[in-house]
Nanobody, 128 residues
Framework: GVQLVESGGGSVQAGGSLRLSCAGSGYTSSSRCVGWFRQAPGKEREAVARIYSGGGSTDYADSVKGRFTVSQDNAKNTVYLQMDSLKPEDTAMYYC?????????????????????WGQGTQVTVSS
């Protein structure tokens, strides 16, 4: 089956940067949508960004536009999330998730469970 492994989380001061990676394996199709999600303690999991493998189209949550950039290396089956100008409110567990079809028409997704494969998460902590 599909496995996703996130890495790159850590602790940084406000204004700093981190680059998360999501390494995928077991894909049976070259067409997929990979999303980044985050969940802070006591809050619901929210969509942060997504990218479609077929053309690289991207979408971002309003809260991260201009600060985060999602990209991919299809040869490595890896999706990245470059996070710049980090704020304390970006502190959360970050997850990548994939669906083996094109990205849905709705953004943010009507249900996070449109994404059927999930990684274990990587913690990002931003201190003020």
């Amino acid at each position: 089956g599909v496995q996703l492994v996130e890495s790159g989380g850590g602790s940084v001061q406000a204004g700093g940067s981190l680059r998360l990676s999501c390494a995928g394996s077991g894909y049976t199709s070259s067409s997929r949508c990979v999303g980044w999600f985050r969940q802070a303690p006591g809050k619901e999991r929210e969509a942060v960004a997504r990218i479609y493998s077929g053309g690289g189209s991207t979408d971002y949550a309003d809260s991260v536009k201009g600060r985060f950039t999602v990209s991919q290396d299809n040869a490595k089956n890896t999706v990245y999330l470059q996070m710049d100008s980090l704020k304390p409110e970006d502190t959360a567990m970050y997850y990548c998730a994939a669906r083996p079809v094109r990205c849905g028409r709705s953004w943010p997704p009507s249900s996070i469970y449109e994404y059927v494969h999930w990684g274990q998460g990587t913690q990002v902590t931003v201190s003020s």
